[in-house]
């Protein structure tokens, strides 16, 4: 199971994610923060890599006196574990739930509805 991270961690990981680099430097998700005006301070960064780290989220190699970042777990993986978490907290497992109150509360642009509605039916097609 993947394990829950903070909403300062998720921006940092967003970051690493976004790099199309395989590694990621330090220097560049300092920059990348501050890009999204979420600045922060070099050891707040040094504590959330080490906490990221921790959760297996994120591997580290020293090379010279600088640390290279490489993710462990794809966006896609800890979307998908966080949506079935969040299916089964408010929905209880029922995706049909979710779907069904982003179009009755009118959560969804017109051309939103249109892309879930085409996925659907190619989903359908696909079975």
Do not use: H
């Not at 991270?5 to 395989?22: C, F, P, Q, T, Y």
């Not at 220097?27 to 501050?34: K, N």
């Amino acid at each position: 199971m993947i394990q829950q991270i903070s909403d300062a961690e998720l921006e940092v990981m967003k970051i690493v994610w976004g790099n199309r680099s395989e590694v990621t430097l330090f220097p560049y998700i300092m920059d990348g923060l501050a890009a999204r005006g979420k600045p922060c301070q070099k050891n707040t960064l040094i504590v959330l890599l080490s906490r990221l780290m921790n959760k297996g989220f994120l591997s580290a190699k020293k090379v010279g006196r600088r640390n290279e970042y490489t993710t462990l777990v794809s966006e896609t993986v800890y979307q998908t574990a966080q949506t079935k978490n969040f299916l089964d907290k408010i929905y209880e497992g029922s995706a049909k739930g979710l779907v069904s109150n982003l179009i009755l509360g009118d959560l969804l642009a017109d051309e939103e509805y249109e892309e879930l509605k085409r996925l659907l039916e190619k989903g359908k097609v696909q079975q």
